[in-house]
């Protein structure tokens, strides 16, 4: 894996205005035909896919390789929810999906077939969908896959107001434990977008047929209902005009991750992005960087409204009040009105956090990013530190005026969510750095590359961090919030001018750094070819207070060679896990 993928001047597909505003009016109003399904048993879900709009049309920007389709099809959920609960015991253990199915307070299971949930992006290969031109021919044939916490929406009014789901599936390879699901009465949106795979698609008109595959139809009792949609593809130039008609781009969000400045503060992740600056590098409005294949850097599109993104209004996206989009983009937190006060103090059995770290990925050798000197040899990983819980890690800094540093402290709180004590918990520094631009929390993990035999050869300048729940890591934990509140860290982790600010861990999220992040690598330079170990450690000085620090130090295995200028690094799986 290299750092290559550069992705500025890639603009994102336009779609059909109305695709996927329409869904209620579509599917309220369409009658039930040969394909509509039985009638479901108390507790079983009702599902069937439906187009919301008869014709799309997207866009080909001159000069890129093609469009990133969304058809506007939907899966509807009616007489009991759809929910799906996928964990694995251990990296040694394959991924088990069970269906939950709920009756009133009755609650049973039902396991999906072993071998059929690979990871936890989703039911792969769900969707059927072939593509002929105008004379015909079919010119695309693919399958996708479906992420049921995909941007979604009601079908009719007595449905509940809000999902309490969570807003979109995991992509990092170190997930432990996820939940999925589609409120009764709602829909989710069932495009999946492969940002490296547009479809080469020249300007003209299609025939789409869609349809869910044979192994789900049996699995849910879905009708084989395969939905026509007829698509325009049309040609945009770089002076936004049309070959086949007019029409601009659609409008990307400015929300940012641990990523790269955007003038206003960056971030790592847009739920589960490092993006504000990968965001700004598809649509063509700047940066130089590179932007990473997952995680903070890569696009998490079931985390998008494909209704907002399609009318250029994502910057309007949010978890707020009359928001169904599953943006996973929440309102900045705010810290106390002041410091704490009265004598420092940790009730015995409070709920505590319980940080671990996971094992590196993506993991690169590169010549460094902004602020590495030329001509050496850098190697560049992500890295991830969670909470198990089973409380939140809240942590306030406080500023003096005219100080350079912030005075931290981690608070406490009962099971009611009363804070009952707090305790210092050292500072947070202004990073200056493009690609981060806001107040980390320092101390809070640890990088390091260790030789054979385990001793220290390299300690990565990296130990402050803005904390925010860029993954979802285990959702099935005690506690697990999956609506967490900061996940967009523009607003967790303040402006250069700001005196106080709250960051927050949530009980079953991570915080990722990606590899194009600045401090994410080890200078390697004239290091011997041989075996290594990346180093991962949480709370590496102990000042945080968690329920358990015997999980907080992960290992990962890479082996060096090459010579200087070409160094070449080989990562071995980690048991199941081969995400090097």
Not at 15 to 35: D, H, Q
Not at 305 to 319: I, Y
Not at 489 to 516: F, H, K, M, P
Request: with cysteine.
């Amino acid at each position: 894996m290299t750092r290559s993928q550069d992705r500025k001047g890639l603009k994102r597909a336009a779609f059909a205005a109305g695709a996927a505003f329409t869904v209620v009016a579509a599917v309220a109003g369409s009658a039930p035909g040969a394909g509509a399904a039985p009638a479901s048993p108390a507790g079983t879900p009702k599902l069937k896919l439906v187009a919301a709009s008869k014709a799309v049309t997207a866009d080909r920007y001159e000069g890129n390789s093609g469009v990133y389709l969304d058809l506007g099809t939907y899966v509807t959920v009616d007489n009991a929810p759809l929910e799906l609960k996928v964990t694995r015991k251990s990296y040694k253990d394959p991924i088990v999906a069970q269906q939950i199915l709920r009756n009133g307070t009755k609650v049973t299971t039902k396991t999906l077939p072993a071998g059929l949930v690979k990871d936890f992006s989703g039911l792969p290969d769900f969707l059927e969908v072939s593509i002929k031109n105008a004379a015909g021919v079919e010119v695309q044939k693919s399958k996708s896959n479906f992420c049921l916490n995909n941007a979604s929406g009601r079908l009719r009014p007595d449905a509940p107001a809000t999902s309490h789901y969570p807003e979109s599936c995991s992509t990092n390879p170190f997930t432990l434990g996820s939940v999925w699901g589609v409120e009764k009465g709602w829909a989710a949106n069932t495009s999946a977008f492969d940002y490296d795979k547009p479809l080469d698609l020249a300007a003209g008109e299609y025939t789409v047929k869609v349809g869910v595959a044979k192994k789900y139809r049996d699995l849910f009792g879905i009708p084989d209902d395969r939905p026509t949609i007829a698509l325009t593809v049309r040609e945009i130039s770089d002076g936004g005009e049309g070959g086949t008609g007019g029409g601009g781009g659609a409008g990307l969000s400015a929300h940012s991750a641990h990523g790269a400045g955007s003038g206003h503060g960056a971030s790592h992740d847009m739920a589960g992005m490092e993006g504000m600056e990968g965001m700004q590098g598809m649509a063509g409005m700047g940066g130089g960087h590179h932007y990473g294949p997952r995680g903070a850097d890569a696009p998490t599109p079931s985390a998008l409204s494909h209704a907002l993104e399609a009318r250029g209004l994502a910057h309007h996206l949010g978890d707020g009040s009359g928001h169904t989009d599953g943006s996973r983009v929440a309102p900045a937190l705010k810290s106390a009105t002041k410091r704490p006060t009265g004598r420092a103090g940790v009730p015995a059995n409070v709920p505590k956090p319980d940080l671990r770290s996971l094992p590196a990925w993506d993991i690169a050798v590169t010549d460094g990013e902004d602020g590495d000197v030329a001509g050496k040899d850098y190697l560049a990983f992500s890295a991830n530190v969670w909470n198990a819980g089973p409380a939140p890690l809240v942590v306030d800094g406080f500023r003096k005026p005219g100080a350079d540093l912030m005075d931290s402290y981690q608070y406490f709180y009962d099971a009611k969510g009363k804070q009952v004590g707090y305790a210092p918990a050292g500072t947070m520094e202004w990073d200056p750095r493009i690609g981060h631009e806001h107040w980390h929390f320092t101390d809070f993990a640890s990088y390091r590359l260790l030789a054979a035999d385990q001793k220290e050869i390299v300690k990565s300048g990296k130990e402050a961090f803005c904390l925010a729940n860029t993954d979802a890591i285990d959702y099935t934990v005690k506690n697990a919030n999956w609506h967490p509140y900061n996940t967009d860290l523009s607003t967790a982790c303040g402006q250069q001018n700001s005196i106080s600010v709250r960051e927050v861990l949530d009980v079953g999220s991570g915080d990722t750094y990606t590899q194009y992040r600045p401090g994410q690598s080890f200078d390697i330079t004239g290091l011997p070819n041989g075996t290594y170990y990346i180093q991962v450690i949480a709370n590496p000085a102990n000042r945080l207070q968690e329920t358990n620090t015997k999980n907080n130090v992960s290992l990962r295995k890479v082996v060096l060679g090459g010579t200087d200028g070409a160094r070449t690094v080989s990562v071995p799986p980690v048991d199941l896990i081969n995400a090097p």
